[in-house]
């Protein structure tokens, strides 16, 4: 019988993670504008900073809240 000698869910997430951040930098991120950060500042759209290190995170969390599994409502 085959005994874990250590837990290995953490890194299974890390992984599963990076695939989906290569996967939006190399899919999504070079179809959007050139300019959008600055237009997220001038739109004051990303004003305030909260974790979030550039427009192109604060848009892909707008995104996983729209397109998630609990975002439908009743």
Do not use: I
Not at 13 to 18: D, F, I, N, P
Not at 47 to 57: E, I, K, N, S, Y
């Amino acid at each position: 019988m085959l005994v874990q000698s250590h837990d290995t869910s953490s890194m299974v997430e890390r992984q599963a993670l990076a695939l989906v951040e290569d996967a939006w930098a190399t899919a999504v991120v070079p179809r959007l504008p050139a300019h959008l950060a600055e237009q997220a500042r001038a739109l004051k759209a990303f004003q305030r900073v909260r974790g979030l290190a550039t427009p192109h995170d604060l848009l892909r969390g707008v995104l996983a809240s729209v397109l998630g599994p609990l975002s439908t409502r009743p």
